[in-house]
Nanobody, 120 residues
Framework: QVQLVESGGGLVQPGESLRLSCAAS????????MGWYRQAPGKQRELVAT???????NYADSVKGRFTISRDNAKRTAYLQMNSLKPEDTAVYYC??????????????WGQGTQVTVSS
């Protein structure tokens, strides 16, 4: 079984930073694209950033220049460095990854989410 576990969320003031982590575990053969999404109360889940196993990253316009997605393939972990946080960044942040397991075909997995609250 494959599992994604996020960590690093919390309550911060506007202008501060947070770093989210997403660790994949289980019977993993290959991890392809990894990404971060977020869902604010009353809104649909939206893309924040994605990073393929090799190649260029992609960001939502609202976070360009403030957020940086990265990954450590050896640790099977993706990160989201969030700087200059704004109240409108408040949301539950979800990690996802396209993974081929030893006993399963390529599947998109989601983490349980981590709350990020930006408030003074």
């Amino acid at each position: 079984q494959v599992q994604l576990v996020e960590s690093g969320g919390g309550l911060v003031q506007p202008g501060e930073s947070l770093r989210l982590s997403c660790a994949a575990s289980g019977s993993i053969f290959t991890i392809y694209d990894m990404g971060w999404y977020r869902q604010a109360p009353g809104k649909q889940r939206e893309l924040v950033a994605t990073i393929p196993s090799g190649g260029s990253t992609n960001y939502a316009d609202s976070v360009k220049g403030r957020f940086t997605i990265s990954r450590d393939n050896a640790k099977r972990t993706a990160y989201l460095q969030m700087n200059s946080l704004k109240p409108e960044d408040t949301a539950v942040y979800y990690c996802n990854a396209d993974i081929t397991g030893y006993y399963s075909r390529r599947t998109t997995y989601w983490g349980q989410g981590t709350q990020v609250t930006v408030s003074s």
